[in-house]
């Protein structure tokens, strides 16, 4: 792939003023200093390309980094095509096998017309027994086996690639990468049997969560180690800024309880914000039953989540959120429509934009009803 003609398009349309002010206005959000709106809405002036952008697998990325870094530029793209405000940023993107292909889990292609991430086998209880046991032992995994090497080799690649673009090289933020959250990932390694797990297996359930947190701790710090410029106050993820160091993906905690969250989860999710000082919280779906305890995390200063239609947005939500100085980035646009039209203040304490599952894509409309 010739990767240069679709980074001189991004970089000839590149406005550096509304870039620098797209960034002063996030920083603004993100120190709290938008009292006098309800919510923040950045955006563009449209942009758009002269040349045909094309669709591409993600089949044929893993291998090719100038394709991988392709497939995160079509965002880029449609932001300045359409005036869209998320920040432009690229993510070294082989799944959320990342962290369980380190303890050793199989990382499975899918196939390719279904256009999706690889996925992890999990492990064999035996070889989970071995894990806890070599980590009791100091014997812990390596961070650059597996997909650990690699994804720090694809962001370093695009470093490389972006030094000829002096535009681009300030303006595209490399993020971190999938490194998912503690339940997440001792869901992905242990398999569905985790939920039984936890009750039949407490004791090793607890020390496979000692490992992944770990794990997930040391690679971070390794990541902020070969780019120094994740360091700091703040952080970008998927478009988005929030202050503090790191995002946990905890998807799977939609499935357990509220209670079961605070005796398995909440420890590790302290530990990995005590680790990078502070950051933000993601989940899909419904989640409103584990805000309050995600709410009691010292640093957490961002939530991320999708489907506001599927939580309680007003009795659990903002209280357990806006309410605690606990802001909300990248939410529904129908779910803004609807408190402009009940009146609810947000407080600027609310980016909107950006929702998206894993699974599908932003609806126009809202699910509840409505506009």
Known sequence: MDIRKYLEDLESRLDEQQEEKLLADYFRFANREMKDVSYFKPERVPAPSKIEWEPIYFNDTFEDYDAMLYKQLLRANDQLTTGGGELLSFRSNFGVGLIPSMLGCEVRILPKEQDSLPGAMHLEWDQILKINEDFRNGIKPDIRSGLGQKTIDAAHHVEEVLKDYPKLQKYLHIYQPDTQGPCSLVEAIAGSDFY???????????????????????????????????????????????????????????????????????????????????????????????????????????????????????????????????????????????????????????HVGLCVAAWMGEPEKDPRGGE
């Open 196 to 350: 039984l797990l936890m009750l039949d297996e407490e004791d090793e359930i607890h020390d496979l969560i000692d490992v992944v947190t770990d794990t997930f701790i040391r690679y971070m710090q390794l990541w902020k180690e070969e780019f120094p410029f994740c360091q700091g106050e703040y952080a970008w993820d998927y478009g988005l800024l929030y202050k503090g160091g790191i995002m946990i993906r905890e998807d799977a905690c939609t499935n357990i309880s509220g209670s079961m969250y605070e005796e398995f989860f909440q420890d590790a999710d302290q530990k990995i914000l005590d680790a990078f000082g502070g950051g933000a919280v993601h989940f899909c779906g419904h989640g409103d039953h584990l805000v309050e305890a995600f709410s009691e995390l010292r640093g957490l200063t961002a939530l991320n989540m999708s489907q506001p239609d599927m939580n309680n947005m007003d009795g659990i939500i903002y209280p357990n959120t806006i309410d605690k100085d606990i802001q909300i980035i990248g939410m529904a646009k129908f779910e803004i429509r609807r408190c402009d039209r009940e009146g609810i203040n947000l407080k600027g304490m609310v």
